[in-house]
């Protein structure tokens, strides 16, 4: 099992610009999140999803979008990068939110310049 | 809403120290409370968990945590830190079947 994989684990955008981050994972788990980790703020989470096709908000959702077609795909979607997105990004999965165990992708730093 | 405090930001110490690190949650019902480790240049792993029973939890490498129920903690113990504990650990917490909360995470590094 690959686990949880991201790509690009290295991100370099200017103002104004768009991308999606990839994330997938092989283990066939129900839950999937994003988060951002920022210096001295913890991770933030930004959206999370609890199947197919249901996606919802987290903390820190302006900016963001996601969707959820298929049970190992989660894409997070900036539409308009700015400065302050600047950050490192996890993409996480569990068999249930909030009870079990979350596995990490090994993160997308993203640079807003 | 559930929220998670950790105290120390920033936690020195030398080889063989003992370590408590604090972590204060904030729920209303039945949590779940979990303890990550991000060693440098990686991503979170799981350290430990607490669903329900014996409230003392022991995880990986050495390392436990108590829940105090009266006092709304989960605090990580270790009786002897080790070089490659150097890392940095985050509390975290859920409500149930819901998302997690994670606090602002504890920084240690550990002196040879």
């Known amino acids: 099992n690959a686990g949880v994989t991201q790509t690009p684990k290295f991100q370099v955008l200017k103002t104004g610009q768009s991308m999606t981050l990839q994330c997938a994972q092989d283990?066939?788990?129900?839950?999937m999140s994003w988060y951002r980790q920022d210096p001295g703020m913890g991770l933030r989470l930004i959206h999370y999803s609890v199947g197919a096709g249901i996606t919802d908000q987290g903390e820190v959702p302006n900016g963001y979008n996601v969707s959820r077609s298929t049970t190992e795909d989660f894409p997070l979607r900036l539409l308009s990068a700015a400065p302050s997105q600047t950050s490192v990004y996890f993409c996480?999965?569990?068999?249930?939110?909030?009870?079990?165990?979350?596995?990490f992708g090994p993160g997308t730093r993203l640079t807003v310049t | 809403a559930q929220s998670v405090s950790q105290h120390n930001h920033h936690v020195i110490l030398s080889e063989a120290a003992s370590l408590e690190l604090g972590c204060n949650y904030s729920?209303?019902?039945?949590?779940?409370l979990f303890w990550y480790v991000q060693y440098p240049g990686q991503h979170l792993q799981l350290l430990l968990k607490y669903f329900s029973g014996d409230p003392l939890v022991k995880g990986i490498k050495g390392f436990e945590a108590e829940f105090i129920k009266s006092k709304f903690s989960f605090n990580l113990r270790k009786p002897s830190v080790q070089w490659s504990d150097t890392a940095e650990y985050f509390c975290a917490v859920s409500g149930g079947y819901q998302k997690v909360t994670f606090g602002t995470g504890t920084k240690l590094q550990v002196i040879p």
């Open positions: 729920y209303g019902g039945t949590v779940n």
């Open positions: 283990m066939n788990h129900e839950y």
């Open positions: 996480a999965s569990t068999r249930q939110g909030g009870v079990y165990e979350q596995y």
